[in-house]
């Protein structure tokens, strides 16, 4: 499997996954480990389709991502330290866009054939991500689904003015290119087609990846049977599938997570009046707060510190939804404060259409009730660290295992449900998650920073005006121009770059240490036993580095005897990379 992005020449290093969190906060961060400076730095150099190449080794979905991926890089991201992070996501999106505009097409890579074959039941994105893998690895992998498209929760419960179906396509598309079978309509559980029916027809492992599609209950008086009470996942479903009507005059959405939002802003599209109604403050709502914001904006109500405990009904349908107000108290195990309702303090919201969005669980019927499958409390299925479940051959992994999550999180599940069947298939021993890595080091260049580098602000994305939103699903964030694009990358401090000091060489001049403006290498006395600095000691040697707070600025470059250089740190997370990488030095 041949990866263009490889380097051909550089030393191999084992370092800890505790240096790579201090240092390359970014790649660590993101659940995939994609390598983020290391793209953003092709996009600075105008490289858009290498760009694209490096992202699609690690995450197969790069467009889908690009758009709506929660971008947990840029929480870690070090301009962030003394400015605001690096637009991460955004720069996926727009070499993925580029990408896609010009029709560029990646060739899958050749790849041995093996004889094994492998299921995977459910085509989101664990499910498509593992067979992507394992095709790689070459298996024959073929993909279950029951509904009449692939993506999952992708396809239907995400709404098209975040994320184009085109995307989605596009990134599966690649994924179908790679040999992976994918039968939709098929649903698996059936007679004459179960879980046990597919190890009978020859198949090594079955990867569940059904994700968690049944919407919990609201458990209140007037919630059953009453017509325009209805679970989130089912009415974003029917939006998605082409049912634009109205939900009603007048929509209550309760809940506070990202469903709860995508559903009131679907909603608000659809009629006039939508309230969120949420037992917490907004300071308490797990949802993504930009997405809260432009819910906000296209004039969602919301109604905070607020329960619902009755459904009021007139002929069966819903009327009105009767609350309590509520107050915080003590934190509980999810460390926000818990809300405690307040006596005698109801009230009534006039609505004729409830949408309940306060979370979602895996469907496991189709296991049949005496299969035997280990199920945690939270109606997940168990498994341990390597996604390896009680039953012999079985693997889960994504939603079904984690609960409602995101799509990065559910493609590193597909990641590693891929290397555990791997193994199992080869006989190996599934190994447990290692502390240690292996990257490869590469000579770098000191790329001197522009003076103005640190007041460059970040680039903000057009969005769709407001009055234009009203009745339609068009986009609303309209992407980065290719300026915008390259400007933004490079605000990118290149954490995978480490500063090198070859001790033994240096004169102890302090050059180095005094034009660091951030304090990233220090001089030591190491005969001076007090530790007092000069200007500072350290246990670490005669000159030490601080790669963590370093912002490659360059400064250091003019070393008077050359002792100072940059390291490229490569870490490529993915195993069947680093064993090809092995076996090259070999």
């Not at 919990?216 to 998605?240: A, S």
């Not at 003019?558 to 100072?564: A, F, G, K, L």
Request: contains cysteine.
């Amino acid at each position: 499997m041949k990866q263009a992005t490889i380097p051909e020449k550089g030393i191999r290093a084992l370092l800890d996954l505790d240096w790579l969190q201090s240092n390359i906060r970014c790649q660590h961060r993101c659940p995939a480990h994609m390598d983020v400076p290391g793209y953003i730095r092709l996009i600075s150099e105008g490289k858009y389709e290498e760009s694209y190449r490096l992202m699609r080794e690690t995450n197969p979905f790069p467009a889908v991502c690009g758009y709506v991926c929660p971008h947990p890089c840029e929480s870690k991201c070090k301009r962030g330290d003394f400015d605001r992070p690096v637009s991460i996501d955004a720069l996926k999106r727009f070499v993925t866009d580029y990408i896609f505009k010009n029709k560029v097409r990646i060739p899958p890579p050749k790849v041995k054939q093996r004889g094994e074959k492998v299921a995977v039941i459910g085509a989101g994105p664990a499910g498509l991500t593992a067979a992507t893998d394992l095709a790689g690895m070459g298996y024959q992998v073929t993909v279950f689904e029951k509904e009449s498209q692939v993506g999952g929760m992708m396809m239907w419960a995400i709404p098209s003015y975040r994320l184009p179906r085109e995307q989605i396509m596009f990134d599966v598309s690649h994924i179908i290119a790679r040999g992976v079978e994918i039968k939709t309509n098929t649903s698996i559980g059936v007679p004459g087609n179960t879980v046990s029916d597919l190890f009978k027809e020859g198949y090594k492992a079955v990867f569940l990846a059904v994700g968690a599609q049944k919407g919990k209950r609201l458990e209140i008086p007037g919630e059953e049977g009453t017509q325009g009470v209805m679970d989130c996942l089912e009415f974003l479903k029917n939006v998605n599938a082409g049912d634009t009507r109205s939900p009603g005059k007048k929509v209550a959405v309760i809940g506070g997570g990202n469903s709860a939002i995508d559903a009131a802003r679907t909603a608000k599209r659809l009629t006039d009046e939508v309230y969120i109604v949420y037992r917490r403050t907004q300071e308490e709502m797990p949802a993504l707060s930009w997405e809260v914001e432009e819910a906000e904006h296209e004039g969602v109500k919301f109604h905070f510190l607020a329960a619902p405990v009755r459904v009021i009904t007139e002929n069966g349908k819903a009327k009105g939804l009767e609350c309590i107000k509520m107050k915080l108290g003590k934190p509980d195990s999810s460390g926000r404060r818990r809300p405690e309702p307040v006596p005698n303090s109801e009230f009534i919201i006039d609505v004729d259409c409830i949408i309940s969005a306060i979370s979602q669980e895996p469907d496991l019927k189709f296991l049949g009730d005496n299969f035997g499958l280990g199920v945690t409390k939270w109606g997940t299925v168990a498994v341990d660290d390597n996604l390896v479940t009680n039953k012999k051959g079985i693997f889960a992994g994504g939603d079904v295992t984690l609960g409602p999550s995101t799509i990065i999180e559910c493609i590193a599940q597909g990641h590693q449900a891929a290397k555990s069947i791997d193994r199992y298939i080869r006989g190996v021993e599934i190994q447990e998650p290692r502390k240690k890595v292996w990257v490869t080091l590469m000579d770098s260049d000191f790329n001197p920073r522009e003076e103005n580098y640190d007041s460059v602000p970040r680039q903000k994305m057009d969005l769709l005006p407001v009055d234009n939103r009203e009745g339609t699903f068009d986009l609303v964030e309209l992407g980065l121009t290719e300026e915008q694009a390259k400007e933004e990358a490079l605000r990118c401090l290149k954490c995978d770059l480490s500063i090198n000091v070859e001790t033994n060489e240096c004169v102890l001049c302090g050059r180095c240490s005094m034009v660091c403006p951030v304090g990233a290498l220090k001089q030591v006395d190491v005969s001076d036993e007090s530790k007092e600095y000069r200007p500072f000691v350290s246990k670490d040697g005669i000159v030490i580095k601080y790669t963590d707070v370093c912002i490659r600025c360059g400064n250091c470059k003019d070393c008077p005897v050359s002792v100072i250089s940059l390291k490229r740190v490569l870490w490529k997370p993915n195993e069947e990379i680093n064993r090809m990488l092995g076996e090259r030095e070999e």
